[in-house]
């Protein structure tokens, strides 16, 4: 496969990615709040498309999804704003994460063809199963030059680890814990454990930690042993309530970036 975004991230640090709800606080607020987290020197963007019924999402998701919702955000409106994503100075990589429901709804290579004219370059589905994405789905992420993450969980065996490793996908999404999202991570021996085995594994793809990653210490514990972690829950409560722009459909932008720069830089 071609040089990607994701081969091009820095080197000598541990990766971090956000992960925020499209539409949240406000409907215009998603490419704004990519933009905020370049200039912070993110390294990877993951941005939630929302989905009434999510399995694995934590209350704090879960409300900003439903809050979206109500903002009027859809698959389609989501694509719409990605549009000006590239053409806003935004070059780190960036992923969709949601369900397959929403996805199936809107059409399943209409989905991935405006993925890629967006300039996304990955997908996130903790719903697909591996064999769906074997049959179904891995023509249309070659097709479209998207890459797919599959979640790893310390009950997953090696061989399966191995089949996910094989597909190339943009990273192992590790999860600390077997419970939702936002919770807190506490790096146990048996969890630091888990870590050190996946490294000792040597496989080819890098491995993000994500699920109850909330700040400097969870962060520098996780990356131990693999090679980022992912934020969200924490991230989402840090730009809730912020005060409205003159449209209100969008935050105020100087209360938006700053609250985005302080959460970052607190986290480095």
């Not at 992960?19 to 200039?39: I, K, M």
């Amino acid at each position: 496969m071609a040089c990607s975004r994701f081969e091009q991230l820095p080197s000598g640090r541990k990766a971090l990615s956000v992960f925020f709800t499209a539409g949240y606080p406000r409907l215009n607020d998603t490419v704004r709040v990519a933009e905020a987290l370049q200039a912070a020197e993110v390294d990877m963007l993951e941005i939630g498309f929302p989905f009434s019924d999510p399995v694995a999402d934590g209350p704090t998701i879960q409300e900003s999804s439903l809050a979206a919702l109500g903002n009027g955000m859809t698959v389609a409106e989501l694509f719409r704003q990605l549009e000006g994503l590239r053409r806003g100075g935004v070059t780190v990589p960036v992923l969709l994460m949601g369900y397959l429901n929403p996805l199936e709804r809107y059409g399943r290579e209409r989905f991935f063809a405006d993925a890629f004219r967006c300039g996304v370059d990955g997908l996130i589905l903790p719903d697909m199963p591996f064999d769906e994405y074997r049959i179904n789905f891995k023509p249309l992420f070659e097709k479209y030059r998207l890459r797919p993450v599959f979640l790893v969980t310390s009950r997953s065996d090696d061989a399966r680890i191995r089949d996910f490793d094989a597909e190339a996908p943009a990273f192992l999404y590790v999860l600390s814990s077997d419970a939702v999202t936002g919770g807190r991570t506490d790096v146990t021996g048996e969890r630091d454990g888990f870590f050190r085995r996946l490294r000792e594994m040597r496989l080819k793809s890098r491995l993000v930690v994500g699920f109850g990653v909330s700040d400097r210490e969870s962060f520098a514990a996780v990356t131990r042993h693999t090679d980022g972690a992912i934020i969200g829950s924490a991230f989402v409560r840090a730009i809730a309530g912020l005060p409205e722009g003159e449209t209100g459909e969008a935050s105020d932008l100087a209360a938006l970036r700053k609250a985005v720069s302080a959460f970052i830089g607190g986290l480095r």
